[in-house]
C-alpha cells in the first residue's frame, strides 16, 4: 500500500533486493539495490519502479544538491532535501508538475511524460545578492515506457556545471 516492505531474521551479509519495473508493452525490467545487513535493522536505498498508472508514459529521474548558506557564511553541501523541483514542456511558460526532493536529493517526475521535449527546473537565490533565479535542464524523451534518467552534469556556455541550487 505504502511502498514500504520489511524482510525479518536475515542473517549479516550482503543481499541484493529486485523489484520490477512493468511496461505497457507487458516487458518487465528488473531494478536491484544492493543492501548490507550488520545489525538488527538496515535501511535499503529506495527502488524506483514504473508500473501501474505509468503504464503507458515515461518517467524522468534526477537528483539536485546544494550548497547551505546562513547569515553570507558557508554551511556545507548535500542533497537539496525538500526542495521543490518543476517540470514543463520546453518552451511553455507554467508547470505542469512540481513535487520535493527525497532525502537522498532523488526526485521522479511519471505523471504524463509522453515523448516531447521537457524542462526540469529548481528555483535558488544568488548567495549575495538574493536575487531568485532558475537553474534549468532540458531532457527529450523518445519513447513511452522507459526510464530516463537525468544527466546531474552538464555544460551551460563554456562552463561545467551540476544541478545544483544555493540554499540561503
Known amino acids: 500500500k505504502d511502498g514500504k516492505y520489511r524482510v525479518n531474521f536475515l542473517?549479516?551479509?550482503?543481499?541484493?533486493?529486485?523489484?520490477?519495473?512493468?511496461?505497457?508493452?507487458?516487458?518487465?525490467k528488473a531494478e536491484v539495490v544492493n543492501v548490507h545487513v550488520s545489525g538488527s535493522l538496515t535501511k535499503a536505498d529506495t527502488i524506483f519502479i514504473h508500473t501501474g498508472k505509468?503504464?503507458?508514459?515515461s518517467m524522468i529521474r534526477g537528483s539536485v544538491y546544494a550548497t547551505y548558506w546562513?547569515?553570507?557564511?558557508?554551511q556545507g553541501e548535500g542533497p537539496a532535501l525538500g526542495e521543490r523541483v518543476y517540470i514543463r514542456h520546453a518552451g511553455e511558460c507554467g508547470y505542469?508538475?512540481?513535487?520535493?526532493?527525497?532525502d537522498k536529493g532523488v526526485f521522479v517526475?511519471?505523471?504524463?511524460?509522453?515523448?516531447?521535449?521537457?524542462?526540469?527546473y529548481v528555483i535558488?537565490?544568488?548567495?549575495?545578492?538574493?536575487?531568485?533565479?532558475l537553474v534549468t535542464k532540458?531532457?527529450?524523451?523518445?519513447e513511452t515506457g522507459k526510464i530516463y534518467d537525468l544527466p546531474n552534469e552538464f555544460t551551460f556556455g563554456d562552463k561545467q556545471y551540476t544541478f545544483h541550487i544555493d540554499v540561503i
Open 96 to 102: 505542469f508538475d512540481d513535487l520535493r526532493v527525497s
Open 70 to 74: 546562513h547569515n553570507a557564511k558557508y
Open 109 to 120: 517526475f511519471q505523471k504524463d511524460i509522453t515523448p516531447g521535449m521537457y524542462e526540469i
Open 124 to 133: 535558488t537565490k544568488d548567495k549575495d545578492t538574493r536575487v531568485p533565479k
Open 11 to 28: 542473517r549479516s551479509g550482503d543481499y541484493a533486493v529486485y523489484a520490477h519495473s512493468e511496461f505497457a508493452d507487458g516487458s518487465m
Open 138 to 142: 532540458t531532457i527529450e524523451i523518445m
Open 54 to 57: 505509468a503504464n503507458g508514459t
